[in-house]
């Protein structure tokens, strides 16, 4: 099996959009559009079929343009882009769901695909029947299906109910049996897309489990998903979709790190020119920013990083200045409130720049998304002379993969290395001592 | 989870080329169909289990929809306009043509409705969509075979033993399924494109039971406008049809084969061009669905 599994070549797809209607404005024009209406609509429709693929056809939305790869057998590549990037649309060409408008896709071998789980679920059906119906219409026999029932039941947890009609299930049921189905499947070519946020966490870890055992079992897996850490963990190449383009593509962690940076630009930092920095008569802003301290682009639980703030400070007069901020957790919790005044020390402020590091020790965050919700700048830690809200906002991911699947989120708003001290003493030792 | 390796996996690799397809005219992939019969299977079963899910008659509805038509078919057509009926007494005379023409119907309006009901799986997973419509085209069948045991009751009620015909009765199946495979591919590709059909579907249901010789015996269209348009008449497949029903099961006339020859040819026809048209819009399923 040298032959790759897949080979994307200069593919394009592109939709039909926008086509304006025309508004009458006389009664008879109304009337009269009334009676060409059908013939209209019947243009419209027909063009779904057979739109002409001019470049500057403005009715035509290019969803991919010129994308080629290629995956061999039992590599694993990753997809990384924003919401409409195409990502699933490539992966709608490849599993044969939709056709490209030019270029082709050549596919050697079977494609299971993990791209919504439980298609095709019928709600009237029991668990029993629907695993076969499922089964067959993700692209099993039904001997494979008797073959693998008892593991799918078994991995998906609900035996007990396995002969119910599907519509008593909870939800979380019906995505666990749904993907007991899916990932039984045992085909060359592998498609997973956000699958990896189903059902809770000790479920989710199953699942990332039986993912990673796929990908290392001679598989080629394409990944798509917005979580970045199982693209890191799993993938050894990656390719950046960017509105419908190959932006990017190489080794998984450039690509993620190239996009992770372009991201977060907006959310974990901040700056402005002077002119236009916001603040008060007394305070400008001119920079924020949330700055991991490893050299990696993420901020995992536990990690040490810093907030630097750069304020410009036009008062004339010296004074004692007070920097306070709030931090929250994304449900508006406040976590701790961070302040100068802590410090035991007085800051003389005189006009012109000041700079702030704040740096957050190591073993504190647990995996979350956070907010500087107040940016408080104080004179004689009385006198407010700034707030500034939602100042930043950054992520600490928490990923099973990373940490070697000892543990998901562990749960918590904070995430503190303890130290442990335990004492075991045999009868003896305390006999001796008495 | 089974532990997943190559060596188990020695299939053949299955090689496919996914490209744009424009105005390409194929006809079915056999080899493909026969991989996915199993999907076809559970299709099929799925309609069949599902039908009549959650109501209180049940299977039931089955029997009741036919035997109502008949008696309302034999209250109004037979007594009340004394349409001839062929010397054979009107109610299984009417009947005979019901049974054969509701599977029709519903297979139509079943397969009609099918891609559209269907979008969310159209739009996630491959498997061959000709499948689709074709599942209500054999899950009907399940009704037909029970109204068929109202027909047997029927004709012991009546004392009617049939011919020596009847061994033609399969075939005339065979043409009642091909017609309505072939229409039904028709119906729902362009269902999907234009939802216009799920409108017309309810009076062409009417306006095709109306022009099959349902109410009335197909000797009626040769007595009033003569044999070539009689023979014109039999290009609707579904007019040999209930004409062979009734003449195999009934025996009060020889077997119309002028009728059933012409039906055939144009049930292949429909299902030819209905097979390619359907292959040939299938590529934009999922981008109108």
Not at chain 1, 129 to 149: A, P, Q, W
Not at chain 1, 328 to 338: V, W
Request: include cysteine; aromatic fraction near 12%.
């Amino acid at each position: 099996m040298s032959e790759f599994a897949i080979k994307v070549n200069d593919v394009s797809k592109a939709f039909l959009i926008g086509l304006k209607d025309h508004k009458k404005e006389t009664l008879g024009g109304t009337i009269f559009s009334w009676l060409r209406y059908p013939l209209e609509n019947y243009n419209v429709l027909k063009k779904l079929n057979t739109y002409n693929y001019n470049e500057d056809n403005e009715d035509l939305f290019w969803a991919l343009k010129n994308i080629s790869f290629e995956l061999k057998h039992g590599e694993t590549l990753g997809i990384i882009g924003n919401n409409g990037a195409g990502k699933s649309t490539l992966l709608k060409i490849i599993c044969r769901i939709t056709n490209p408008t030019y270029g082709f896709a050549e596919v050697n071998g079977r494609v299971s695909s993990l791209l919504e789980v439980g298609t095709g679920f019928n709600a009237e059906l029991t668990g029993r029947e629907n695993v076969y119906l499922n089964g067959t219409i993700l692209g099993m026999k039904k001997k494979e299906i008797d073959k693998k029932f008892d593991e799918i039941v078994d991995f998906s947890g609900v035996e007990q109910f396995i002969d119910t009609q599907i519509k008593k299930y909870s939800s979380g049921m019906k995505i666990r049996l749904a993907f007991a189905v899916a990932a039984s499947l045992e085909t060359e070519i592998m498609i997973i897309d956000e699958v990896l946020s189903i059902g809770d966490a000790e479920f989710r870890k199953k699942s990332l489990e039986r993912m990673i055992e796929i990908a290392r079992s001679g598989t080629a897996v394409i990944l798509v998903t917005h979580n970045m850490l199982p693209i890191q963990n799993l993938c050894s190449r990656a390719i950046l979709l960017e509105k419908g383009r190959i932006a990017n593509e190489g080794i998984t962690e450039e690509i993620v790190s190239s996009y992770m940076g372009q991201q977060t630009k907006s959310k974990v930092k901040q700056s402005w020119e002077l002119g236009k920095a916001p603040g008060s008569e007394h305070i400008k802003m001119s920079k924020a920013e949330v700055r991991p301290l490893l050299n990696i682009p993420v901020i995992r639980p536990g990690d040490p990083f810093e907030f630097e703030f750069l304020i410009y400070n036009l008062k004339d007069e010296d004074y004692d200045l007070t920097i306070t901020f709030h931090l929250t957790d994304e449900f508006e919790n406040l976590l701790f409130i961070g302040s100068t005044a802590m410090t035991n020390r007085k800051y003389i402020a005189k006009k012109g720049f000041i700079k702030l590091n704040c740096r957050i020790p190591e073993n504190l965050f647990n995996a979350g998304k956070f907010t500087i919700s107040k940016f408080l700048v104080l004179q004689n830690s009385a006198k407010l002379l700034y707030e500034h809200k939602d100042l930043l906002t950054f992520e600490v991911t928490s990923d099973y993969a990373y940490e070697h699947g000892k543990s998901g989120r562990i749960e918590g708003l904070i995430k503190p290395k303890l130290e442990w001290e335990v004492t075991v003493k045999s009868e003896t030792e305390v006999l001796e001592k008495i | 989870m089974p532990e997943t390796n190559l060596i188990e996996r020695k299939k053949p690799i299955i090689k496919t080329r996914i490209e744009s397809g424009k105005r390409k005219w194929r006809i079915l992939d056999l080899k493909e169909l026969i991989y996915y019969k199993d999907l076809f299977y559970f299709f099929v079963l799925r309609d069949i289990t599902v039908m009549y899910k959650q109501t209180i008659l049940g299977i039931l509805w089955a029997v009741i929809n036919p035997v109502f038509q008949m008696v309302i078919f034999s209250v109004i057509f037979g007594k009340l306009a004394q349409i001839s009926s062929d010397g054979i007494p009107y109610p299984i005379f009417s009947f005979a043509a019901i049974l054969p023409f509701n599977y029709f119907s519903q297979s139509l309006s079943g397969a009609s409705n099918s891609l559209v009901g269907n979008s969310s799986v159209l739009t996630k997973v491959y498997f061959p969509r000709i499948l689709i419509p074709l599942t209500p085209v054999f899950s009907k069948l399940a009704d037909f075979a029970i109204a068929f045991l109202i027909l047997i009751v029927m004709m012991i009620f009546y004392q009617i033993t049939p011919t020596a015909n009847l061994v033609f009765l399969p075939l005339l199946i065979l043409l009642m399924i091909l017609t309505s495979m072939g229409i039904g591919m028709w119906l729902s590709s362009l269902a999907i494109q234009y939802r216009d059909v799920k409108f017309a579907i309810g009076f062409m249901t009417s306006l095709l039971m109306y022009s099959a010789p349902v109410v009335f015996p197909a000797s009626l269209i040769l007595e009033k406008f003569g044999y070539n348009y009689y023979l014109l008449y039999g290009l609707y497949p579904m007019v040999g049809v209930i004409e062979g029903f009734r003449s195999s099961l009934l025996g009060f006339s020889p077997m119309p084969w002028d009728l059933i020859g012409m039906g055939s040819i144009s049930a292949v026809l429909l299902f030819l061009s209905g097979a390619s048209y359907f292959k040939k819009t299938e590529r934009i399923f999922a981008d109108v669905a």
